[in-house]
């Protein structure tokens, strides 16, 4: 039997009342704080941010890279739910919900709006930065060698006064309306949850561990900090819940250490790809998700 939503206001969502101390740290105690009766089907939407590329255990011949310990996964072992499909996908954009997306690894797979159902009673979605060309814009902002070398991509996307970046994010900012009206026309009793993107780098940088110049990096995490605030925006306008990633991660970005960081780095490295979380930082998303289902306000 399908179980009433509850009645939840939208709403910015704290930081996690747990926290990882270092990388490698387990979700231990999430199950006995998350409301497991509460949600008895899940289908997680997104794009890799969601998915997990490259971390293990990836399922072979999986054409979207998704990972067996991505947050999604890891928010339906913390609750206990079986009914749980992940549809997310690297390289997916907002028009990839509704119609097959041909993935990075040549397969072609369904709409993710496909996986929702009228009985669907929890939908994460993390989705936006490929809309926008974020990991694009992160590539132009690489520089191999120090001013005057190279060009700076603030800069660049502000050419003429106007910039073009954040002119693309706030064109974009409806769609996370319409994409909550969708999930809502096809699953009309489900908590939907809007998950936003973590830390990439801090304020300045560290170059040249990361090859991003110090105005550069500033600029980076600033239109990241804008697609998440026009997302918050927006879940709250659609009465829908959005988790912040930024705040949880701020000192585990590219520039952090080793063994404290949840964000790869520009070179790869074993278990991840350049630029997008780690195993680490897929542990701190599904604890801040399994902390949102946890408000009643």
Known sequence: MTRPRPLRRAGVIACAAITFVVAGAACAGTEETAPAADYESYVALGDSFAAGPGIPPQTEGDPCGRSGSNYPTLVAAGLGIDNFV??????????????????????????????????????????????????????????????????????????????????????FAPTYTTVIDE???????????????????RDGGCFPDQRIWPEDATYLQEKIDRLNTVMREQAEAADADYVDLRSSSRDHDVCAAPETRWMAGLQPAAGSIPLHPNAAGHRNAADQVLAALTDRS
């Open 86 to 171: 992940d549809a997310s996908c690297g390289a997916a954009t907002s028009l990839d919900f509704a119609m097959p997306q041909t993935t990075f690894r040549g397969g072609t797979v369904p709409p993710q709006y496909d996986s929702l159902r009228p009985d669907t009673e929890l939908v994460t979605v993390g989705i936006g930065g490929n809309d926008i060309g974020l990991v694009q814009l992160a590539l132009g902002c690489v520089n191999l060698s120090a001013p005057p070398e190279g060009a700076s991509c603030a800069i660049t996307n502000t050419t003429g006064g106007a910039d073009r970046v954040d002119a693309t994010i706030d064109a």
């Open 183 to 201: 999930i809502r026309r096809r699953s009309p009793e489900a908590r939907i949850v809007l998950v936003g993107y973590p830390t990439g780098i």
